[in-house]
């Protein structure tokens, strides 16, 4: 028999989320979404349901609902299983140095490293870092392509959300992943409130004849692009995410549209005070558990975005926003954690920091393991037998059980003084580092030999694309 | 009354502001005078307590909204007495690649508070077209944001650019990869981190603070 699990009580109810589903679709149909291309305003005004007026789009309720019917969301097997897991890192673009510690721009070397110590902890999502060595129009496709190269799950299921940024691009990348066998998806972000950013619509117009999978993402912030309450930003972003849905619905007719589950009726917290967007602080937090109801209400797969900072070091400041967030959001039924190696809102990645995290996700999982009720467990006869002045450490029980019933951690220590002078008074840092390092040299997976010659091939014919290199050539 | 009408700018209390200033219109006072003692002050109050994390972007905005429309009532004035000028013209926009403008907004709203007069060419701006901006309206400083760390580095030969344009405007950056150092590094003439502090810088380019 099993102790009944940890849970968290409370949240947005299934009346509350009804109400709140009924407004959004209301909203929808009411004030509409604009679409600023005209290609797809055309498209759309093809379809029963839909009205146009001027470049705003409105539809109504049963075909927004049809959208969200359609949408599959081919969840991997680790998730299926309950697994509880990370997924580190996106699109970095400065991170701390593993060997320095000093705060650097990212390089392909770096990208090489981050990919491998993220497989070596059973990682997943998107690439950590841009490859700032590299030219602009490579940066991506050399993303992608050290992923595959180098990892089991990143760029390669549901938990991606990888930029192609512009249409050249993502044939490129297209190509690498039918070559690889990996998945091939593209994204739309949102511009809040209620709009697209025209380009990126356009390359997914251009891309929608090749039934490609595409997910639609929308970040409002309270206050700015959203009201300035957390329920409010969390319906204008449900508002926007499904009629951004019905959207990519009825252009990529022959392609898999879906909420992308990494931001899932993402609402952004802002801070009045310094005037800057904010991540990991109480709003946020209290967004979080909204998110998580709302996934489970629509049935979409949960991952929260729980290992985000606005602190600037992997510090306590970091540390205790990180922890207390995924551990709520573990008691409310999450098991997937989103932004790992993240600090200063999503700014700068930090390779040892993904380390401190593995352990503090296993810290939580361990608090909430689900834990048995049985005699072996209650102990009677152990404690009849052990009389005044006895003691149990000899006991077969304890040798038994001990390294079941205890969890060992790996980094937070149980050392006393004396012996963490006798280990050299290394910083978590520190040790993190060293662990790091480690992982990252003893990291043996590898894709198949041709398929990496393939990419390599690819990628050398990109290198000299001119139209690739133009297609993100900023005009100065 | 003076004092009444800088608190009134203080709490962003539009309606007292303003009926504070028709009446001293009407009683006479120049709009200078208005301008000079009741309404700068009670604003540079609110940069202050800006700046020192007292008040609230939301609160200040709301003094510059009770400012704004206190100074629309000065204007009819002015051509009778001179000296209606704003702190200057700014041409603003986000970078050729970039859609991010929530902070450029932001940058663009306290500095026509503060009494710039603004050109904001929105998202996504080849440089040509800020330099075509900056020419037609006769800017004196043009404001660049960036979020992308790619679009940022093309800050440099859009600062190249401009200078080579013949252009007279100064050229102040901001987005939150930014840094001193790099503003430096690419010869811009001044970086704000923040949309308060690029109201100082502002007023610094334009020789106004
Ligand atoms: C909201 C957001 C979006 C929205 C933008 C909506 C909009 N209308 O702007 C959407 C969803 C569309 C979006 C899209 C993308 N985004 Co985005 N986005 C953000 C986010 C979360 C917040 C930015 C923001 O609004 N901040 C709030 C404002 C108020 O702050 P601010 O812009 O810094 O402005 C202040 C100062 O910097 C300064 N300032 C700003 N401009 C100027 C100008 C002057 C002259 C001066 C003096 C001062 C100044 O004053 C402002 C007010 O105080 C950031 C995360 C972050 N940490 O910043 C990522 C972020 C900027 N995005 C990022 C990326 C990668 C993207 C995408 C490529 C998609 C993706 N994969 O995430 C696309 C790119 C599209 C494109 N081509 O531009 C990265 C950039 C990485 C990098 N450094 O290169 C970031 C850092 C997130 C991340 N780590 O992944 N994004």
């Not at chain 1, 470049?55 to 309720?61: L, S």
């Not at chain 1, 959208?67 to 400065?94: C, E, I, L």
């Not at chain 1, 409002?220 to 009201?227: E, N, S």
């Not at chain 1, 005037?275 to 929260?304: M, N, R, W």
């Amino acid at each position: 028999m099993k102790i009944e699990n940890f849970g968290l009580q409370g949240g947005l109810n299934k009346e509350q989320i009804d109400y709140m589903h009924e407004k959004a679709m209301w909203l929808i149909e009411t004030s509409g979404i604009q679409v600023p291309h005209e290609g797809v305003l055309k498209l759309l005004a093809e379809h029963d349901g839909v009205t146009i007026d001027g470049d705003m789009a409105k539809f109504k309720p049963e075909l927004v609902q049809q959208a969200m019917d359609a949408a599959v969301y081919d969840v991997p097997d680790y998730y299926k299983q309950g697994k509880w897991f990370m997924s580190a890192g996106a699109h970095q673009t400065a991170c701390y140095d593993l060997e320095t510690g000093k705060l650097k721009q990212a390089t392909s070397d770096d990208l090489v490293k981050f990919i491998k110590l993220g497989d070596a902890l059973d990682t997943v999502g998107s690439a950590p870092v841009v490859p700032m060595d590299v030219p602009v129009h490579l940066q991506h496709i050399l993303m992608h392509k050290t992923a595959w190269e180098n990892s089991r799950y990143r760029c390669n299921d549901i938990f991606e959300h990888m930029d192609k940024p512009s249409y050249e691009c993502a044939n490129y990348v297209h190509e690498m992943a039918q070559a690889a066998g990996k998945r091939f998806t593209f994204g739309i972000w949102m511009i809040s409130p209620k709009s697209f950013d025209a380009h990126n619509l356009d390359v997914a117009y251009r891309l929608r004849d090749k039934g490609i999978p595409m997910w639609l993402a929308t970040m409002p912030q309270a206050g700015v692009t959203a009201p300035i309450s957390i329920l409010g930003t969390v319906l204008q972003s449900m508002y926007e995410h499904f009629a951004g849905l019905t959207v990519l619905y009825l252009m990529n007719p022959k392609g898999n549209n879906y909420i992308s589950p990494n931001d899932a009726f993402e609402a952004n917290t802002f801070s009045m005070k310094y005037i800057t967007f904010v991540y990991g602080s109480v709003e946020y937090i209290q967004h979080s558990l909204h998110q998580i109801a709302l996934c489970k209400y629509y049935d979409l797969p949960i991952i929260v975005k729980s290992l985000l900072t606005s602190s600037q070091e992997p510090d306590a400041h970091a540390a205790a926003e990180m922890s207390i967030h995924t551990l709520i959001a573990g008691l409310a039924g999450a098991r997937a954690f989103r932004c790992g190696g993240l600090l200063s809102t999503g700014e700068i990645y930090c390779g040892e920091w993904v380390v401190v995290l593995n352990e503090i996700l296993q810290y939580i999982q361990n608090i909430l393991k689900e834990e048995e009720f049985s005699e072996e467990r209650l102990m009677i006869q152990d404690i009849i037998d052990v009389g005044p002045g006895g003691t149990y450490i000899d006991k077969k029980s304890t040798y038994e059980m001990f390294r079941r019933e205890y969890w060992m951690p790996q980094l937070f220590e149980h050392t006393n003084l004396g012996q963490w002078l006798d280990l050299g008074q290394k910083t978590i840092r520190q040790q993190a580092r060293e662990m790091a390092q480690k992982l990252i040299a003893e990291h043996s997976y590898e894709i198949d030999k041709d398929v990496k010659k393939e990419l390599g091939k690819i990628y050398e014919r990109a290198k000299k694309d001119s139209d690739l290199e133009k297609s993100l050539k900023l005009e100065i | 009354m003076f004092e009444e009408l800088k608190a009134s700018i203080i709490a962003g209390d539009q309606e007292k502001a303003t009926g504070l200033t028709t009446k001293m219109l009407n009683d006479g006072i120049g709009p200078q005078k208005i301008l000079k003692e009741g309404l700068v002050p009670g604003m540079d109050v609110v940069g202050e307590k800006f700046r020192s994390y007292e008040m609230w972007l939301p609160e200040v905005i709301l003094s510059a909204k009770a400012m704004k429309a206190s100074t629309e009532l000065l204007k009819p004035y002015w051509d009778q007495n001179g000296g209606g000028e704003t702190l200057g013209k700014i041409v603003i926009a986000t970078v050729e690649g970039d859609v991010h403008d929530i902070g450029k907004n932001l940058v663009s709203m306290m500095l026509e508070s503060a009494g710039f007069e603004m050109t904001d060419l929105g998202v996504n701006v080849k440089i040509q077209a800020i330099i075509d901006a900056a020419n037609r309206v006769d800017a004196d400083l043009i404001g660049l944001s960036a979020l992308l760390t790619t679009t940022m580095l093309a800050m440099k030969s859009a600062i190249k650019a401009i200078r080579g344009s013949g252009s007279k405007a100064k050229v102040m950056v901001g987005g939150s990869p930014i840094t001193q150092e790099y503003a430096s590094e690419i010869e811009s003439d001044g970086f704000a981190p923040d949309a308060l502090r690029a109201i100082t810088l502002a007023k610094k380019l334009v020789g106004k603070s």
